[in-house]
């Protein structure tokens, strides 16, 4: 069956130390992957894209087809980065359905 | 373009009420997703739509939700009757019929629904 699983509902991490935040996938083929944020009392926000390789805000995730793996990382935090974040895979093609994980809900401190 | 919009923004009701969430796509975007958002279950996608035809209603919870999209602008989630266990954040997202490689959705604001 096709699943995500961000396996943390919270992650609290202290500002200035690194972040990563698992997102684990099982999905025959080859997904596109995203991830969403949603900081406090707002809508989703696409944050980035893995076929773009960018950077944004800091962040950067890796496509790691042997291991299903689409982490979410920072090396240095960030009381901003305080959010819900979402891992969201989508199948090629014009069947656009995206799928997001439960999410994990990233808590900076000082 | 105002990007997608929903309304209402918070909607307070008694169980045994009809309720009935809007919202209106961005102008060209003709897929349209309405999801639910809970602290235990994340976002779950309801149903979406293709050219104002339902494609996948299998997340739809049971016979008191439906969902309608008349023509391209518009689309409405209706819980009748509403139940306390439906209170969540409604979000309605629309996106391209052939997304390019790397496009997301564009979600709206959300519906706050609370259901006393």
């Known amino acids: 069956a096709q699943r995500v699983t961000q396996p943390e509902k919270l992650l609290s991490v202290f500002k200035g130390a690194p972040v990563e935040l698992k997102c684990n996938y099982s999905?025959?083929?080859?997904?596109?992957l995203f991830w969403y944020v949603q900081y406090s009392r707002q809508r989703l926000q696409l944050l980035l894209r893995h076929i773009s390789r960018e950077s944004i805000k800091g962040f950067t995730a890796d496509l790691n087809k042997g291991e299903t793996s689409f982490h979410l990382k920072k090396p240095f935090a960030q009381e901003e980065d305080s959010a819900m974040y979402y891992c969201a895979p989508r199948l090629g093609g014009t069947a656009s359905k995206l799928t997001f994980g439960t999410g994990t809900r990233l808590q900076v401190t000082l | 373009d105002a990007g997608v919009i929903q309304s209402p923004r918070h909607e307070v009701t008694e169980m045994g009420q009809e309720v009935t969430l809007r919202c209106k796509p961005i102008s060209g975007h003709d897929y349209l997703f309405w999801y639910r958002q809970t602290m235990m279950r994340g976002l779950e996608l309801l149903i979406y739509?293709?050219?104002?035809?339902?494609?996948?209603d299998s997340g739809m919870p049971e016979d008191r939700f439906s969902a309608k999209m008349p023509n391209a602008s518009f689309s409405t989630l209706k819980i009748q009757p509403s139940e306390p266990r439906d209170s969540a954040v409604y979000f309605c997202a629309s996106s391209l019929t052939s997304p390019g490689i790397g496009d997301g959705y564009t979600f709206g604001s959300g519906t706050r629904l609370t259901v006393v």
């Open positions: 739509f293709n050219n104002n035809v339902p494609i996948d």
């Open positions: 999905y025959s083929g080859s997904p596109e």
